[in-house]
DNA sequence: ATAATATGGTGAT
DNA sequence: TCACCCTATTATC
């Protein structure tokens, strides 16, 4: 689930279920319980995302969450259900509802916390401002494999396994070459794929990295489509050569490539 | 009933 | 490089 895109979607829904009214704020699980009362029946005035990490603003302080592995939301109209399970964050309006569960971070925090939290944050390809140029120049600076770049948070922000897996696909980039080795032109065309992929993956509300004519399966009601090319699919031919595909560990993380295609 | 898995990240060694 | 945190779902016994 949780890539940039996920985020991003989640800040946008967010915004739109439950912006401009006093939230009933609680933590059901507890764990959230006392920052819950702080912001308790205040109103969120505006929601944020960045990378991997959601914001939602209450007067003068944060709700930062990053979902990380586990975390998710889920939400609906009217009033919600009998809260269950691990509920660390329910935030409650008029007429909607958002649950959190298994978050990596959900915690109050002030603008000095979150620009520090920024800071640490490479350029967010799904940020309409964002300039891809300290990205590009970090990964052909560095000797670590374009693999570990692409899922640094601090070189670029919202890429995860998936996202990686398939750009480096699509520009034929072997995992495992040093960044130094790249072509910065070669770089910069992967950024600016990824806008397009991850805004795509904004509005479906899921990761789509094939081009139609390398789906056997298309697109069409109640037919699910061939989504990826690489990623998930160790043991399986390539969609373009039919290779089988292959997988490793990268940077503690299973990554996915054609040993044809990404030669 | 228990284990394995997952699109993530931190902090210690 | 490892241990560990977070949760739900699916697979295996």
């Given amino acids: 689930m949780p890539e940039g895109h996920s985020i991003h979607r989640l800040a946008r829904r967010h915004r739109r279920l439950l912006a401009g009214r006093p939230v009933a704020v609680s933590s059901p699980q507890g764990r959230f319980a006392e920052a819950a009362a702080t912001i308790d029946g205040q109103v969120l005035t505006s929601t944020d995302a960045w990378g991997k990490h959601l914001f939602h603003r209450y007067d003068d302080l944060w709700v930062h969450v990053h979902l ?5 939301f889920g939400d609906g109209r009217g009033e919600p259900p009998e809260a269950r399970g691990a509920l660390r964050m329910r935030l409650v309006v008029d007429d909607a509802w958002a649950d959190l569960r298994g978050p990596t971070a959900c915690e109050l925090m002030d603008d000095s916390g979150r620009a520090a939290l920024l800071d640490r944050l490479g350029p967010d390809p799904l940020r309409p401002d964002a300039d891809p140029s300290p990205a ?3 990964v052909v600076r560095s000797r670590r494999t374009v693999g570990d770049l692409l899922l640094d948070q601090s070189v670029l922000a919202g890429v995860g ?3 990686r897996a398939e750009v480096l696909f ?4 072997d995992p495992f070459t040093p960044g130094r080795d790249l072509d910065p032109g070669v770089v910069e065309a992967m950024w600016h794929d990824l806008v397009v992929l991850m805004e795509a993956g904004v509005s479906a509300g899921r990761i789509v990295t094939t081009e139609p004519e390398d789906r ?3 697109a069409g009601r109640a037919r699910r489509v061939d989504s990826s090319y690489v990623y998930g699919r160790a043991g399986l031919p390539c969609r373009r050569c039919r290779s089988i595909v292959r997988r490793a560990e990268l940077g503690a993380r299973t990554v996915f490539w054609c040993p044809v295609c990404q030669a």
């Avoid at 699509?170 to 980039?173: A, C, E, K, N, S």
């Fill in 68 to 72: 990380g592995l586990f975390g998710r």
């Fill in 136 to 138: 590009v120049a970090k």
């Fill in 161 to 163: 396994n998936v996202y």
């Fill in 170 to 173: 699509r520009h034929g980039v």
């Fill in 216 to 218: 056997e399966r298309p």
